[in-house]
């Protein structure tokens, strides 16, 4: 199966901690990497691999995967952190790159 | 820092070919996967399709009799042609690296090209 579903939105107190989570068969052996996209922006890469972050990515973003699981975790949200997030895996045959739907974090 | 610039026309007929292209600055074309992505207004990410540095493509399968991805290692650039484009095809499209197995994601990425399919 080559689909990732995703929340559509999430909304998250400034400071407190919001979880976003991607679900596929696929990532039962494929890693997920995640993205930030803000308006009229192109997507930047967050974390990828086994919980790495990309240089010039703040600690208070973390991964995690379990099963067919996967999640972003932002511990101490800043109001800069309000975008949209897409998860990207590979399918079970990899050939395809599908991406998850995205989830929109609202930081209130 | 691998930077990657594109360019191609942003407004065609229906019925028209896309065609976008991709170039890589400050690194090697070996052993990555030079992938196209698209994301229609106000809507997702799309994969669009990749090809690697041996020039093996993959394809999105709602594109995939339409689509060419092709890489050209001597110019360090990589290009997309889209055929027969109708108005659903009108979306930002954006290169960018991929890694195999997708154990790196997707970094770096171009700066997007929008692309308006109108008669």
């Known amino acids: 199966s080559s689909e990732l579903t995703q929340d559509p939105a999430v909304s998250v107190a400034l400071g407190q901690t919001v979880r976003i989570t991607c679900q596929g068969d696929s990532l039962r052996n494929y890693y997920v990497s995640w993205y930030q996209q803000k308006p009229g922006q192109a997507p930047v890469l967050v974390i990828y691999?086994?919980?790495i972050r990309p240089s010039g990515i703040p600690d208070r973003f973390s991964g995690s995967s379990s099963g067919n699981t996967a999640s972003l975790t932002i511990t101490g949200a800043q109001a800069e952190d309000e975008a949209d997030y897409y998860c990207?895996?590979?399918?079970?045959?990899?050939?395809?790159?599908?991406f998850g739907g995205g989830t929109k974090v609202t930081v209130l | 820092q691998v930077q990657l610039q594109q360019w191609g026309a942003g407004l065609l007929k229906p019925s028209e070919t896309l065609s976008l292209t991709c170039a890589v600055y400050?690194?090697?074309?070996?052993?990555?996967?030079w992938s196209w992505i698209r994301q229609p207004p106000g809507r997702g990410l799309e994969w669009v399709g990749e090809v690697n540095y041996s020039g093996t493509t993959n394809y999105n399968p709602s594109l995939k009799t339409r689509v060419t991805i092709s890489l050209d290692m001597s110019k360090k650039q990589f290009s997309l042609q889209l055929a027969s484009v109708t108005a659903a095809d009108t979306a930002v499209y954006y290169c960018?690296?991929?890694?195999?197995?997708?154990?790196?994601?997707?970094?770096?990425w171009g700066q997007g090209t929008l692309v308006t399919v109108s008669s």
């Open positions: 691999g086994k919980n």
């Open positions: 990207n895996s590979r399918d079970s045959s990899d050939n395809l790159s599908p």
């Open positions: 960018a690296r991929g890694t195999l197995r997708g154990v790196k994601g997707y970094d770096p």
């Open positions: 400050s690194g090697s074309l070996s052993g990555y996967y």
